[in-house]
């Protein structure tokens, strides 16, 4: 199916065009006069169709993890966590938040490449399932860390950056001079530093390739060399393999003739990898980390259209929120610029469908939501909604570009909004700066209304 061919069951993608967009039968002007706009709203029934819809069909070996680097929300996170989720961390914060969602420290896995001596002993203070070391060095300073904070063992993946390439990705992260992992050659010798570890213990391997593959047949390929490539080092280092991670990376589609990964056939390819894997590794635990996969269709970003004007020619649609929010989908950094899948949220007005250009708020002709995009005629005031923005919104954009802050986000369970972020305001953002008064010589704060005082 492409990517307009497939609405989740139970979502607000089922809503019809011609009426107001609904989520768990919630319209959006109801959304938009309690939380404001700009707003990211999440629909708890997507992120549930999506996780059980995976656990269903791959074998209950596999370990689902969700990564946090994708939505960091608390309430996504705890959500997922009550359907069985574990989680994923790169962060100090990541790790706090996992624990506040409650996730059992023993399901969190913490990776990275550049892991502080803070955060490693975060991740010892916590008891986490796993610390991925990307280096011998770091491998040796857990240990050091480990065995000066009594007699726990710390258990340990690494992370491997393979020999082997991988295709179909639109990000590559292994397989190529990378910052990312030991190289597979450089592991093979190191059989010495390993075994003399105190209390740091190596039980496995970790190997990540890239993300948003959209090929199952690329992913059951990746998974198949990521499980031989383990069992290799294993045997070659004297290791008794008890996990493996052999990451995620599952993509979403997003542009006009992209397709979604099918799910039959994505699972059932890499469960046949991995029983063929468990027959000479019994008890390994199996685990697959996902992100954008398990969130991205969960979440709409709404915006206001503020203007409707034409300018050479071309109509625009000038909304209150744009890069500052949502940088995805505005495609910084891509070298073509495709539209996310948009629509209207209000009622549809009478006249003909049209192209418009939706832009952001910012000073940059680099803000542009959607390019030419089809939709009922645009007035002033109506609501407009970016879909499949449950992944990679606020925690890859850059939100304090022109000072506007982060938006408010929502979490419908049950029918019900929850505010799940509170959106920055100007106090918010002033309070962490600091203004010298160079006159006497002192520091000042920001006061409630933006005004100095002495701090």
């Known amino acids: 199916m492409t990517r307009a061919d497939t609405p989740r069951e ?17 319209p959006a002007s109801e959304l938009a006069r309690a939380f404001g706009t700009p707003l990211f709203v999440y629909d708890a029934n997507a992120l549930e169709a999506v996780y059980n819809g995976l656990r269903e069909r791959l ?47 023993e399901r969190i896995v913490y990776l990275g490449p550049g892991k502080t001596r803070r955060e490693l002993e975060e991740c010892v203070r916590a008891g986490v399932g796993a610390v991925v070391c990307e280096s011998l060095e770091e491998l040796r300073e857990l240990d050091r860390i ?21 295709k179909g990705s639109g990000l590559a992260m292994g397989g190529k001079p990378r910052q990312f992992g030991i190289d597979a050659g450089a592991l093979r010798t190191a059989g010495g530093p390993i075994a003399g570890l105190r209390r740091a213990r190596v039980q496995g391997f970790h190997v990540y390739m890239g993300t948003r593959f959209l090929d199952a047949e690329d992913i059951v390929h990746n998974t198949e060399q990521i499980l031989g490539t383990a069992a290799e080092l294993a045997e070659v280092l004297g290791i008794e393999l008890k ?18 990964p099918d799910p039959d056939t994505l699972a059932s390819g890499i469960n046949r990898a991995a029983r063929g894997f468990l027959r000479d590794h019994p008890g390994c635990r199996l685990i697959n980390e996902l992100g954008r996969y398990l969130t991205a269709t969960c979440g709409v970003y709404m915006v206001r259209a503020l203007y409707v004007k034409e300018s050479m020619g ?75 923005s449950g992944a990679y919104g606020p925690s890859a954009s850059p939100g304090l570009f022109l000072s506007h802050g982060f938006p408010g986000e929502v979490l419908v369970h049950d029918g ?25 010589g002192e520091e000042r704060t920001a006061g409630p209304a933006g005004r100095a005082s002495g701090g």
């Open 10 to 26: 139970g979502t607000a993608e089922d809503t019809p065009a011609a009426e107001e967009w609904r989520v768990q039968g919630v």
């Open 59 to 105: 074998d209950p070996a596999i370990d689902i993890l969700y990564s946090l680097k994708a939505n960091p929300n608390v309430s996504v996170c705890s959500y997922l966590a009550s359907l069985g989720a574990g989680a994923e961390v790169s962060s100090a914060v990541e790790l706090r938040t996992a624990l506040w969602a409650g996730v059992p420290p």
């Open 146 to 166: 480990a065995a000066g904070s009594g007699d726990r063992e710390v258990p340990v993946l690494l992370r491997v950056n393979p020999e082997f390439h991988t």
């Open 243 to 260: 996990a493996v991670d052999f990451g995620g990376g599952f993509g979403v589609a997003y542009f006009d003739n992209e397709t979604d």
């Open 314 to 388: 071309e109509r625009f649609v000038v909304a209150d929120g744009g890069t500052n929010h949502h940088m995805a989908a505005v495609g910084i950094g891509s070298f073509v610029k495709r539209n996310f899948p948009m629509r209207m949220l209000s009622p549809r007005r009478p006249g003909e469908t049209g192209t418009y250009t939706v832009t952001g708020p910012l000073c940059t002709p680099n803000d542009v939501l959607g390019r030419r995009v089809v939709l009922p005629p645009v007035a002033p005031g109506d609501l407009l909604g970016v879909e499949r």
């Open 416 to 440: 019900t909004p929850h505010l799940v972020r509170l959106p920055d305001r100007g106090d918010d953002l002033l309070a962490r700066q600091r203004l010298v008064d160079f006159t006497a």
